[in-house]
């Protein structure tokens, strides 16, 4: 049984000093790199291996999401990553010996129109293709799910229809990452915080280390997993990657009762909505318009987002906001992520996840720790390498991922 630990574990890892060397280095300790470091030792045996932080562990995007897993993309690409991260979210609590508080309570993508009625149909088709739970709810199905929504024919976005995916849920981040920290030290891994890492040490087009804000750290190998940071880390490495930053901003209400029993997701009014296991409404919807690495978001997205709550949940019209945080997410051309080699030897890029990469964690961490240590990619990751934009097979999620979340 997953062991309680306290709210605040830092005597979980150690804190050490970096050595001169290692096998491999991961550049970023969010969750992805916290995964590719622990799968790097659990499958791989690699030992030898730093993780640095230019902060605190997890105190970038992994402290600031807003939770939601689910698997039930489109493309075979897509589903076959997200649903074998589902599958692992379902295992590593006990793998980890750590509760997530993972509450695989449902998802409810809405249809308000006839178009979305027929792009939901396509989706769950495919998704039953691919093996993921799906299933199309009536109206009156919906409001079964969750009673609180809005459902009645006589508004300006009426529900027609949802789709369901009963095995998606959501978890607790902190958890998530403190069970990953604790994972990697006690198999050897050094989690180095407040180590930012400014320029890379090269022998021609050979990575050979990493200069940081606590001196020159050599390497074999090097993973660039550093989330909307990717594209700044790549151009010091003498590379460009084809991703934008943007702040994703997420607001949380005040403590309530349990109102709300599922996820909700809803692309047309534009807005997604949880409650946490604190009792706290969380609710985000897409990123800023402007580029930037701020950790904020616009007053207007708030406006926006509150008012799209309200037009699905009139309920929440009493609800009060407590407060809002934002994150920096990198976004590809076709809103999948890349996970791969780069033009530099023996460097490595986990990037491009946009607004969805805490449900793929596990599948992240699994795809990125096989391609650093055998030098090719995992079949999960062979789709997306940044090869595919020169070749054109892209993965256009951005239109058929029911809410890029």
């Not at 090097?222 to 084809?242: D, I, N, T, W, Y």
Request: glycine letters at 10%.
């Amino acid at each position: 049984m997953a062991k309680l630990l306290p709210e605040h574990p830092a005597w979980l890892w150690r804190d050490p000093d970096p050595r001169s060397s290692y096998d491999a280095i991961v550049v970023g300790g969010g969750g992805h790199g916290l995964a590719t470091a622990y799968y790097l030792a659990r499958n791989h045996g690699m030992t030898n291996l730093a993780v640095l932080e230019k902060g605190w562990l997890a105190g970038g995007n992994m402290a600031r999401n807003t939770t939601i897993i689910r698997s039930n993309y489109l493309w075979d690409e897509s589903a076959a990553i997200y649903e074998f991260a589902l599958k692992q979210w379902e295992l590593l609590p006990a793998e980890l010996d750590y509760d997530f508080l993972f509450s695989q309570r449902g998802v409810l993508n809405l249809a308000h129109t006839l178009q979305d009625v027929r792009d939901s149909t396509r989706r769950i088709q495919a998704n039953r293709l691919n093996r993921v739970d799906a299933e199309w709810l009536e109206p009156d199905e919906v409001a079964k799910v969750c009673p609180i929504l809005n459902v009645s024919p006589d508004v300006r976005y009426p529900v027609l229809g949802a789709t369901f995916q009963p095995r998606a849920g959501i978890a607790k981040h902190d958890h998530v990452a403190w069970a990953l920290a604790r994972a990697c030290d006690a198999l050897g891994v050094d989690l180095i915080q407040n180590c930012e890492v400014t320029g890379f040490v090269k022998d021609a087009n050979r990575v050979v280390g990493v200069e940081t804000t606590r001196g020159r750290i050599n390497a074999g190998t090097v993973g660039l997993v550093a989330a909307g940071h990717s594209s700044v880390l790549a151009e010091k490495a003498g590379f460009r990657l084809p991703v934008q930053s943007h702040p994703l901003q997420a607001l949380v209400s005040e403590l309530y009762e349990p109102v709300h029993p599922t996820v909700v997701m809803s692309n047309h009014v534009h807005v997604y909505v949880s409650q946490a296991h604190k009792g706290e409404l969380v609710m985000g919807a897409g990123v800023d318009a402007y580029n930037g690495y701020g950790q904020r978001g616009s007053f207007h997205v708030i406006e926006r987002q509150m008012a799209a709550a309200l037009e699905l949940f009139p309920i929440f019209g009493r609800a009060h906001l407590l407060r809002t945080w934002g994150g920096i997410v990198d976004v590809s051309p076709d809103a999948s992520p890349i996970i791969g080699a780069t033009p530099v030897e023996n460097l490595y890029v986990n990037c491009g996840w946009g607004t969805g990469g805490f449900k793929a964690t596990p599948s992240a961490g699994w795809a990125m720790a096989h391609t650093m240590a055998t030098g090719e990619p995992h079949e999960l990751n062979r789709p997306f390498g940044l090869e595919r934009f020169t070749t054109g097979a892209l993965i256009d999620e951005h239109g058929a991922a029911a809410v890029a979340h």
